[in-house]
């Protein structure tokens, strides 16, 4: 027997057919012996319809009174997955996060938890009960219901696999695992059976949708083994129930993975813009200067390059944003123009970052290298670069994404079985 969290994100709760088949996957492992806690999202579009009506109402609202309203998406799923087991025989029962309860901060909309008793939901298991729990959501030191923001359910999950000490934390969602890049791009990206949280973390932050990067890093830092799987596959196909190694990709810490490729996969980022500062004075405090307003401002700043003039005396300094906060920084550098002395701004927008990510690149030289090749080959120019441990980060024109995409998952060998 063992103690698994299970999570069924929007489209797998969409409709009540959804739901039926949400509960028969429940159902699997609930008659295989297991202890089963089930965390679950708003049904699809629900809570875009939610955030809507708020705005609708007033505005400018109370971010409480916009947690009461949106929250009661997912109040709604775990009540009716809860019916729907009780009529498959299953004794379940549905919990909201303030009952569990899911402490968080004060920070209403985009709560962080503090801190979870899995005692109570301990106490359900010794009871033969599946807990059906509303995920997003918890209750901050104000005594009222805060939600997580984006991510926010799968937040839910990998956090309360932790709490009860579970064996596995499954995310169910509409693809089948983690791939070596988008499908929908290049037709040959290959399913990972696994993939460190390292790796996991990168992709997730780089542009891939499979998890949000709140729920992996909180899953890296616990060390909630997790995987990610399709909860349109038929709950009772071969090897669904298999424990040690279901169908899906399993997220893990990296003595797990047995074979460690070079690289893992190519992410890619669309929308991204590049801001230069020409001319900026060389001195200490500048970058700060200039970053430190950005950063309260809740501008997301990504790549950074330094260029600095031949005497040393002026440097121009390049990094990016979404290009979605562009007036907003362009806002923000000009009210501290003086302050910095620069003589010029520029920006472009519809940049593509795209990413190669692999662990055993810490091992391996000529990396960056044969990116650089093989993108010089097909024409694409690089217009900025930045690397960590394990992964390379390049900036290039929009209209280049697919192509670079494809060229980089090719000259890794990733569309090699």
Known sequence: MARIVMKFGGTSVADIDRIRIVARHVKREVDAGHEV???????????????????????????????????????VTAGLLAITLQAMGVHARSWLGWQIPIRTD?????????????????????????????????????????????GGSDTSAVAIAAAVGADRCDIYTDVDGVYTTDPRIEPKARRLARISFEEMLEMASLGAKVLQVRSVELAMVHKV???????????????????????????CEEDEIVEQQVVTGIAYA????????????????????????????????????????????????????????????????????????????????????VSVIGIGMRSHAGVAATAFKALSEKGINIRAITTSEIKISILIDGPYAELAVRTLHSVYGLDKQ
């Open 270 to 353: 669309k929308d991204e813009a590049q801001i230069s500062l020409r001319r900026v004075a060389d001195r200490p405090g500048v970058a700060a200067g200039i970053f430190g307003p950005l950063a309260e401002a809740s501008i997301n700043v990504d790549m950074i390059v330094q260029n600095i003039s031949e005497d040393g005396s002026r440097t121009d300094m390049t990094f990016t944003v979404p290009s979605s906060d562009v007036d907003k920084a362009l806002g923000v550098l000009n009210k501290v123009r003086e302050t910095i002395g620069f003589d010029a701004v520029q920006h472009e927008t519809g940049m593509v970052k």
């Open 37 to 75: 806690a089930v965390v679950v999202s708003a049904m699809a579009g629900k809570t875009n319809e939610l955030v809507a009506w708020t705005r609708e109402a007033s505005p400018l609202h109370d971010a409480r009174e916009y947690d009461a309203v949106v929250a009661s998406g997912e109040q």
């Open 106 to 150: 004060n920070a209403h909309g985009a709560a962080r938890i503090t801190d979870i008793d899995g005692s109570f939901l301990i106490k359900r298991f010794g009871e033969g009960q599946v807990a059906v729990i509303a995920g997003f959501q918890g209750i901050g030191p104000d005594n009222r219901i805060a939600t997580l923001g984006r």
């Open 225 to 251: 083994r997790t995987f990610v799987r399709s909860s349109f596959a038929d709950p009772e196909a071969p090897g669904m129930g298999d424990f040690d190694n279901p169908p899906g990709t399993l997220i």
